[in-house]
């Protein structure tokens, strides 16, 4: 009976001692695996940093909470930017520009635009001189008169509104238009001019004749000598000329000049075209229209007679 005692007591150490290292196994194996879906599931493992959580972290379609010993990471803000407009270098400012458009023409301009500029002004009683061809103190007058009646500014230069205006309010000027002979009636020739060569000059209408045998070739405006400096009259002949002469006493230009009587001498004046008979020569006959003065003085010969009489 006392073996059969023991026997019957090692049986049950065997057996205590068999049930706990069945429960040491799964202690130590609780966990490792997966479990099925249809089981009651564990809370799932925070993820790892830098994995994106999916629908995979809920298992079975519940929710689980994630471990209160893992606690989330909020993610990192982004430091704010500064405002742009305490920052930001304001823009320069834009040019204005001109409301009137391109220059064209202005003062000092030369050339045939400018002589039909001024044939254009004169058709609408804007310019009262014959078409020169140089921008000088009366176009620039002139051009001043016509802005302001068309409620432009008063700039006195010739823009590409100001010559779309006009060319809309005026007809393409004709030859004469642009070369008139004068613009102030000839006088009937002196006696002495209606024999030979002759540069016949009259005081009193203030033009100059160019005749060959009684016939008027050419005329043209001219300009005389003030009361301090007055141009002699009387008979006198060519005895030089020069193309591109420049007055030593005075230092001014004197182009196509022909002497006649000491300095005097008949020459285009850039002034006479500018500011007309507001102005007056040291008694040199000036002319104003540099083309017909041009024209002269390639046909004139030194010894040709020169007329010069009220």
Not at 240 to 253: G, L, Q
Request: with cysteine; proline share 7%.
């Amino acid at each position: 009976m006392t073996s059969t005692g023991r026997t019957g007591r090692g049986y049950a150490l065997r057996g205590a001692a068999a049930a706990v290292a069945v429960v040491a196994l799964a202690a130590v194996t609780a966990g490792c695996k997966e479990q099925p879906a249809s089981g009651a599931s564990a809370a799932p493992s925070a993820p790892r940093s830098g994995d994106s959580p999916t629908d995979d972290a809920k298992a079975g379609g519940g929710s689980a909470s994630p471990s209160a010993s893992v606690p989330a990471k909020e993610p990192a803000k982004a430091s704010p930017k500064p405002s742009a407009s305490r920052t930001a270098t304001p823009p320069a400012p834009t040019p204005t520009a001109d409301p009137q458009g391109k220059v064209l023409m202005a003062s000092g301009s030369a050339g045939k635009q400018v002589r039909e500029l001024q044939a254009r002004l004169r058709q609408i009683g804007h310019f009262n001189r014959t078409p020169t061809g140089y921008y000088g103190t009366v176009t620039v007058a002139a051009v001043q008169s016509f802005q302001g009646k068309r409620g432009l500014s008063r700039t006195g230069r010739t823009d590409t509104v100001t010559w779309q205006k006009l060319l809309g309010m005026t007809h393409a000027p004709t030859a004469a238009q642009l070369n008139p002979p004068t613009t102030r009636p000839v006088a009937k020739p002196d006696k002495r001019c209606l024999t030979g060569r002759v540069l016949c000059i009259s005081k009193n209408s203030r033009t100059l004749s160019w005749m060959i045998d009684g016939k008027v070739v050419s005329s043209m405006d001219v300009r005389f000598g003030s009361q301090y400096t007055p141009t002699r009259e009387g008979t006198f002949s060519v005895y030089w000329k020069s193309r591109h002469h420049v007055s030593t006493i005075y230092h001014t230009a004197m182009p196509y000049a022909m002497f006649f009587s000491g300095g005097q001498a008949v020459h285009y004046s850039s002034d006479f075209a500018a500011r007309g008979y507001s102005g007056a020569s040291h008694g040199c006959v000036n002319v104003r229209d540099e083309g017909k003065i041009a024209a002269l003085f390639a046909a004139v010969r030194d010894g040709d007679k020169v007329v010069v009489y009220k």
